[in-house]
C-alpha cells in the first residue's frame, strides 16, 4: 500500500498548563519558546500544512507565530480539557485532508525526522492510526486518519484520544523509533529543569 494523501499537522498548545503553574508553551528553550520548537519541527516536516490550537494566553501565543505559513484555531472551551483541543483542531482542516498528526504543544524535542518516519508508515500501511514506541513504551505525536476522525468529534474533557485507541486496538501500526523525545514532555518545574540541563542541538531555523 502506498498513501500519497494530505496529512496536516496540529499542535495542541491551548493549555493552561494547571500542573505547571506558568505558562509552558511560553517557557524559553534554545533561544525560543518550547511552543516555537514545536511548530518549527512541524514545519521541517514533510507535513501538508499545519494548523496551531491556541485558547490560554492566546493573546501571547499568536504574536510568536505571525508570519509563519501555518493556520491558528482559537478554542475558546480550552478549559474543557483537550478533548476540545483535537476538535478544535479537526474543525480547521481542509476537505482533502485525509490523516493528521497530533503534536504536544509542550514536546520541545520532537524532530522533523521524527515526524517524518510516523508520516512514512502511515502511507505504506492500512492502519488508520500510528503510534511511535521508544522503549516498549508508545509516545507521541500520535497519527490519525479521517475514517477516526467522527470518533474524536465524540470525545470530550481532558482524556485526550485514549478511547479512540480502545475503539482501534487491533488495528494501531507501533512504530518503534529511536527517539527518546516522544517520551519527554513538560508537566512539571523539574521537566522543566531536566530540558534546560540538557546539552546544545542543532536548532532549526524555520
Known amino acids: 500500500m502506498n498513501r500519497t494523501s494530505c496529512i496536516a499537522g496540529i499542535v495542541l498548545a491551548a493549555g493552561e498548563s494547571a500542573r505547571m503553574g506558568r505558562t509552558k508553551q511560553l ?10 520548537c514545536v511548530v518549527a519541527a512541524a514545519l521541517a516536516s514533510s507535513l501538508s500544512y499545519l494548523v496551531v490550537v491556541l485558547g490560554h494566553e492566546a493573546e501571547h501565543i499568536r504574536p510568536l507565530l505571525r508570519g509563519k505559513n501555518l493556520v491558528i ?12 483541543s483535537l476538535k478544535t483542531g479537526l474543525r480547521a482542516l481542509t476537505e482533502e485532508t485525509e490523516a493528521v498528526l497530533f503534536l504536544l504543544g509542550d514536546q520541545p524535542l520532537i524532530t522533523p525526522e521524527c515526524i517524518d518516519l510516523i ?27 479521517r475514517e477516526t476522525f ?6 470530550s474533557g481532558d482524556c485526550g484520544a485514549r478511547a479512540i485507541f480502545e475503539k482501534y486496538a487491533d488495528r494501531i501500526l507501533t512504530l518503534p523509533v529511536a527517539d527518546p523525545a516522544i517520551h519527554f514532555d ?6 522543566y529543569r531536566s530540558l534546560l540541563r540538557l546539552p546544545p542541538a542543532r536548532v532549526i531555523s524555520r
Open 119 to 145: 508520516l512514512s508508515a502511515y502511507r505504506t500501511s492500512p492502519a488508520p492510526i500510528v503510534l511511535p514506541v521508544y522503549a516498549g513504551r508508545r509516545g507521541n505525536p500520535a497519527l490519525f486518519s
Open 73 to 84: 484555531a482559537v478554542n475558546p472551551d480550552y478549559a474543557d480539557g483537550q478533548s476540545s
Open 186 to 191: 513538560i508537566d512539571t518545574e523539574e521537566d
Open 150 to 155: 467522527p470518533h474524536i468529534a465524540t470525545l
Open 27 to 36: 517557557l524559553p528553550f534554545r533561544d525560543r519558546t518550547v511552543v516555537e
